[in-house]
């Protein structure tokens, strides 16, 4: 189970270049940050982890089956126990939000199911259940338009809670949220992949989320791996090296490096970020 | 940090610009012939002589006719217009639901990926693209004309015939309107494993649903109208009456029928409004 990518590169339509002679694997129930300036290939990983794109090079096992030799049935039935957190959330507004948590199962429900269940919501409990674990127990049948950036933001993380797959990716799920429900939120999702022994893989934009919440780091540039390490073996320099392109400071969830786009300021200290790690 | 003062040269045009003045130049330049061989002259309308020819004709038609035994035949043609141009959408979106679920590419599983089967897929799609085309490209009363000879003087072969070449119409513009909403959440409900009925239902028709019933109203309010034309080729409805009427030069006739025509239409689009309420 869990994942192997080896020598994976990927050239995307338009020419650009993607991924290049990536190499990453993880055993089931890992969790690992990707981290990395944007434009570094973060997203684009996901998506070779989640079946949805086929890389030009390379070998991509993903729970114990090569994906891209399967036939459709089968891939179909692999897809379903991948979830993704994707960075916009995939929900069409008129939807209401039960209906789009219940949406998670859709790869595992009978046809008769997922059409009743847009009749008279098939499994309003578990679609309450997942909310509550975000604090969105209390918004089960608004519609998903009424909802704020960050909602709808957890309601899509809600969606993969309820999906319970055995492979979690994450694409920047905190990046609509204030850093107490950014915390709350991780917390969440490790409690989920510890309790289901899925497999997550979080790509984060902010340093401190990364180190703080798992145990394996991975840094991103331009398309490679540049470095894979336990949380604790991650070195300032190696920070700066990697988010050169952004002149050298490493990312905290909350704080925007840019202001007014003059020059970076100093960021402001950070518990994660202060002993030891930094 | 960068200033705006003055700008580096890479920036000092848009690089569209020269694309966009040459398309409207090329624009002018097609249309002007096809205006000239289409013997557009509107300036003819107002010729004295015209509008004396066309004051006469119009003149013909007021005040509109309400003999009570006309209107008991105008009542029973409408009602006979309405069932055709309704069972002939029933038919049409029978047609065309399955072909336009079958041609819109944003339900593709294979296009993730892309996966196997990808050439397949593409080829499938445009069949039922094909299939579309060829039912939308005989325009409805020519249907109608072949279809009263099968099935006889009436509003049966106007239904058919409504349902062929609307079918056509509505399945080429259903996958367009799937494919023109955000394509997002289908997207990422097929990637975690969803069928394609259900990436429909869950992920394009929620957003979709005001603009499909829309126009699908609208398309009802055009089976109306095309009906009159159908009945001039005896099939049936308020275009028979109509034609009987022309025919004996009854303009009062004529101009009831007309008035109803408004009310029909006035009518679609108070459905579509409030379809359109309902859905938002």
């Not at chain 1, 990312?251 to 960021?267: I, L, Q, R, T, Y």
Request: net charge positive; charged share 15%; aromatic share 6%.
């Amino acid at each position: 189970m869990g994942f192997t990518l080896s020598g994976c590169g990927l050239v995307h339509a338009n020419g650009h270049r993607a991924l290049e002679q990536v190499s990453l694997a993880a055993v089931q129930g890992e969790r690992l940050a990707v981290i990395g300036a944007s434009g570094a290939g973060k997203t684009t990983l996901l998506r070779v982890l989640g079946a949805s794109l086929k890389p030009g090079e390379g070998e991509v096992n993903l729970l114990a089956s090569a994906p891209w030799r399967l036939a459709p049935g089968p891939l179909r039935r692999l897809r379903a126990r991948i979830g993704t957190i994707h960075q916009q959330p995939p929900i069409p507004p008129r939807l209401r939000v039960v209906t789009a948590v219940l949406a998670g199962r859709l790869g595992r429900w009978p046809l008769w199911r997922a059409i009743t269940s847009l009749v008279y919501p098939a499994d309003m409990a578990g679609a309450h259940a997942a909310l509550a674990q975000l604090g969105l127990g209390d918004r089960l049948f608004d519609r998903c338009d009424r909802l704020s950036g960050g909602q709808l933001q957890r309601v899509g993380i809600a969606r993969v809670l309820y999906q319970q797959p055995a492979l979690m990716l994450a694409d920047e799920p905190v990046s609509s949220l204030d850093p107490t429900l950014a915390d709350q939120t991780l917390a969440a999702l490790v409690a989920a992949s510890e309790r289901d022994g899925a497999t997550l893989v979080a790509s984060l934009h902010a340093v401190d989320l990364a180190l703080k919440w798992f145990p394996r780091i991975v840094g991103m540039r331009s398309g490679r791996v540049v470095f894979d390490l336990p949380a604790g073996s991650v070195t300032p320099e190696m920070l700066s090296a990697l988010y050169a392109s952004e002149g050298g400071v490493p990312p905290v969830h909350g704080v925007d490096p840019h202001p007014h786009d003059s020059a970076a300021p100093e960021v402001v200290a950070s518990p994660a970020l202060q002993p030891a790690r930094l | 940090m960068t200033t705006l003062a003055s700008p580096p040269p890479a920036v000092a045009r848009d690089p569209a610009w020269s694309g966009r003045v040459g398309g409207i130049i090329a624009f002018v330049v097609a249309l002007w012939p096809l205006l000239a061989w289409s013997e557009f002259r509107p300036w003819l309308l107002f010729d004295s002589q015209g509008l004396q020819a066309m004051r006469g004709f119009l003149a013909g038609f007021l005040p509109p006719s309400t003999a009570p035994d006309f209107l008991v035949l105008l009542a029973r043609s409408t009602l006979e217009t309405l069932a055709m141009a309704t069972a002939g959408m029933a038919l049409a979106f029978v047609l065309a639901a399955p072909l336009a679920f079958v041609a819109t590419r944003a339900l593709s599983i294979s296009r993730i990926g892309p996966g196997p089967g990808v050439w397949r897929a593409a080829g499938v799609r445009q069949s039922a693209r094909f299939v579309l085309m060829v039912l939308r490209a005989v325009p409805e009363v020519v249907w109608a004309l072949v279809l009263v000879r099968a099935l006889g003087l009436g509003p049966g072969a106007g239904v058919l015939a409504l349902g062929i070449a609307y079918g056509g119409l509505l399945g080429k513009v259903y996958s367009e309107i799937l494919e023109s909403t955000d394509t997002q959440p289908a997207r990422a409900l097929l990637e975690a494993g969803s069928g394609r009925l259900v990436a429909l239902l869950y992920g394009l028709v929620p957003g979709a649903a005001q603009e499909l019933a829309s126009y699908t109203v609208y398309r009802w309010e055009c089976a109306v109208r095309a009906s009159v034309v159908m009945g001039f080729v005896g099939a049936g409805g308020l275009g028979q009456l109509m034609d009987q009427s022309m025919k004996m030069l009854n303009g009062g006739e004529a101009s009831a029928i007309l008035l109803t025509f408004l009310l029909l239409v006035l009518l679609a689009d108070g459905i579509s409004a409030a379809l359109r309420k309902a859905l938002a």
